[in-house]
């Protein structure tokens, strides 16, 4: 469990891309039950949490529905990020390091001003991953 926790530390949000990793996490931990060091208790009651919120989110990767020249179009909620500057690790670490996509948070706000199935506005129609 411990290299798991490790594993997911370089993260600080969950992302679609991280699903199987913190389902074998929460997995883990069951199995371990009152044997879980508390400070492992503490990070995994943090995934699971970000697990739980992580249903209402669609079954994909939100960053791929915005082309990448979009993502910094709009500052960011989560991490402040101002707007033409990427987005940056903020929970449970202070390096700074940039992410290598966007927040959730900060697609959403591009997804919903252009709205979820408006056709995209690309001379050549729709891309392949919008339609």
Known sequence: ??????GLRR???YAYELRDQVKELLGA?????EHVVAGQAGDVA???ERFAASRSLPPYPMHSRVG???WIARSCPRCHA?????CVLVEATDTGEKRKYPHDERVQLILDGRGYNAPCESPAGPHRSRV
């Open 1 to 6: 469990m411990g290299t798991l926790l490790k």
């Open 82 to 86: 101002e707007q033409g500057k990427v």
């Open 11 to 13: 993260h600080d949000a």
């Open 29 to 33: 931990a069951a199995l371990a039950g």
């Open 68 to 70: 990448r020249r979009y």
């Open 46 to 48: 943090l995934w699971e």
